[in-house]
């Protein structure tokens, strides 16, 4: 059975500062992993999707890497601000199954 | 693109009585998802629909919960009776229908059910 684990679960940082969330799997059998964003009462919003064959992908400030033979995913923010605040969800889609396996986020603060 | 459709937005309810959340995805996909995200937790997956077919329901709670996407576009997920644990964010989610590699996950606002 699939278990994605995110590290930290909480994290604040002052603002402009680089940071980096973790996201580890257990099994490697994966298709694609998708980085989420969800803000308070809200849905969830995709910031990247790497497929299993891709070892990063990239969109403005955002970096996400994978690497699947250790199970681990990062993504990098780059210079933060205040309305990065939110919570990041990390999902993978293992192969078979269309469903994604979520971890239970890093929620992330930023102070101006 | 009109996002996935999620109502009603929010609900209260007593333990013991019945909830009916609605979902329309987005134009064009034929794979639907019913997730079920409790406080502090990532999403669960509860239902997954190939067009008006069932692929996954592992995971539905079948003695309480029921769902059903007719004509493959909208779907209903219902509750009856609801109990407290089912206090929970609801999402809906659409993709693509290709099986291989890639097509992302789009989600809806979801329904913040509160079971009282």
């Known amino acids: 059975k699939q278990e994605v684990t995110q590290i930290p679960a909480a994290l604040s940082v002052p603002e402009g500062e680089n940071l980096v969330l973790n996201c580890s799997f257990t099994?490697?059998?994966?298709?694609?992993l998708q980085w989420f964003r969800q803000d308070p009462g809200k849905g969830l919003t995709s910031l990247l999707l790497i497929q299993s064959s891709q070892r990063e992908q990239t969109s403005g400030r955002l970096n996400a890497s994978l690497d699947k033979s250790s199970g681990r995913s990062t993504l990098y923010i780059a210079a933060s601000q205040p309305g990065d605040s939110a919570t990041y969800l990390c999902a993978v889609r293992h192969a078979g199954r269309r469903a994604l396996t979520f971890g239970s986020g890093t929620r992330l603060q930023v102070q101006p | 693109e009109a996002g996935v459709a999620q109502s009603p937005r929010y609900k209260i309810i007593e333990k013991r009585q019945s909830v009916a959340f609605w979902c329309n995805p987005i134009s064009g996909h034929a794979t639907l998802y019913w997730y079920q995200q409790i406080l502090g937790q990532g999403p669960k997956l509860l239902i997954q629909?190939?067009?008006?077919?069932?692929?996954?329901d592992s995971q539905l709670p079948k003695d309480r919960f029921s769902a059903e996407r007719l004509k493959g576009v909208d779907s209903t997920l219902k509750i009856q009776p609801a109990k407290l644990e089912d206090s929970a964010v609801y999402l809906c989610?659409?993709?693509?229908?290709?099986?291989?590699?890639?097509?992302?996950?789009?989600f809806g606002p979801g329904t913040r059910l509160t079971v009282t």
């Open positions: 629909f190939q067009n008006n077919g069932v692929v996954d």
């Open positions: 099994d490697s059998a994966i298709y694609n």
């Open positions: 989610a659409s993709s693509l229908a290709r099986d291989r590699e890639g097509y992302e996950q789009y």
